[in-house]
C-alpha cells in the first residue's frame, strides 16, 4: 500500500489488516506518523512492515518492490493512495508545482501499478489493485488544474490496467468526495468552509475514512467488477 501515512490512508491500512492481510507500506515525508501508523497496524497484524519511498521515483519504486518481494513473496491487493495535495493559482503553475503533484500523483501511481502486475500475473489466483482517485477528476476546480488533471489521469490508467491485465488482476478506482480527517468531528461544530462543502453535497454530510472503506472491502469480495471508479462522494459530482 502507498499513502499510509495520510489520515486516510492510515484507516485504510487498519482496517485492510483487520481483515486478516498482512501490510506493508510506504511512506515519505514524516517518520513519526509512519511509526505510528506501523504501530496500530501490527497491534493487528504483527507480521506487517513499511519502507521509506519517494512516489515520484521509479527506481525507488521498484527498490521497495524488491525488497517486498524478499519479505513477502505474493501480492493480493495494491491499493495506491499515495497522493501531493496543495493548491495552484493557474496562472502561477510553476513547473515545480506540476512535477511535484504529477509526478508524485499519475507517474508514481502509474509506475507503481506497472511493478505490482509484474508480480500478479505470474501469480495463480485472482489478485486485485485499487487505486484512489478524486471526485474531483469529474469536476472544475479552480486552482487546483495539476492535481485534477493527475486524478483524471489516474483513472484512466486504471481502465488500461483492467483491460490489459484482465482476467487475473482486478484493477478499480475509488474517487472520494470531501472526507473528514478528525475522528471527532461532528455535525453540530462545523466550519464554516465545512458548512459551505456539506451545502454542496446532495446527502449533507462529509465522508468518512469508514464509507471509504466499505467500498475497498466491496471490490475485496467482488470477482466481477474491473476498470470501474466508484465515487463516493455524497452525491457531489450530480452538481
Known amino acids: 500500500m502507498t499513502g499510509a501515512t495520510g489520515g486516510l490512508g492510515s484507516e485504510l491500512a487498519l482496517s485492510i ?15 513519526q506518523k509512519a511509526e505510528e501508523t506501523l504501530e496500530r497496524i501490527q497491534r493487528v497484524s504483527p507480521a506487517s512492515e513499511m519502507i521509506r519511498c519517494d512516489m515520484a521515483k521509479p527506481k525507488e519504486i521498484q527498490h521497495a518492490f524488491a525488497v517486498f518481494g524478499e519479505k513477502f513473496g505474493r501480492l493480493d491487493l495494491l491499493l495506491a493512495s499515495a497522493s501531493n495535495f496543495y493548491r495552484t493559482t493557474l496562472p502561477d503553475v510553476s513547473e515545480a508545482d506540476w512535477d511535484n503533484l504529477v509526478d508524485t500523483n499519475l507517474k508514481g501511481t502509474f509506475f507503481t501499478m506497472q511493478e505490482a502486475v509484474k508480480i500478479m500475473r505470474r501469480q ?3 489478485s486485485r489493485i485499487i487505486a ?7 469536476l ?25 491485465f ?22 453540530d461544530e462545523q466550519t464554516f468552509e ?5 451545502a454542496k453535497i446532495p446527502l449533507h454530510r462529509l465522508g468518512s475514512p469508514l464509507d471509504i ?9 467482488s470477482d466481477y467488477i474491473t476498470g470501474q471508479i466508484i465515487s463516493i462522494d455524497g452525491g457531489r459530482v450530480l452538481g
Do not use: C
Not at 166 to 187: F, K, S
Not at 194 to 198: F, P, R, W, Y
Open 17 to 31: 489488516a483487520g481483515q486478516g492481510y498482512s501490510i506493508f507500506f510506504t511512506w515519505n515525508a514524516s517518520p
Open 124 to 126: 495463480s489466483f485472482l
Open 132 to 138: 484512489m482517485t478524486d471526485v474531483s477528476a469529474d
Open 140 to 164: 472544475v476546480w479552480k486552482s487546483f488544474a495539476p492535481y485534477t488533471v493527475s486524478k483524471a489521469g489516474i483513472q484512466h490508467l486504471i481502465k488500461i490496467f483492467a483491460r490489459e
Open 166 to 187: 484482465a482476467p487475473q488482476v482486478l484493477v478499480n478506482g475509488i474517487a472520494p468526495g470531501t472526507i473528514t480527517r478528525h475522528a471527532d468531528w461532528r455535525h
Open 194 to 198: 465545512e458548512q459551505d462543502l456539506i
Open 213 to 221: 472503506s466499505r467500498a475497498v472491502h466491496f471490490l475485496l469480495e
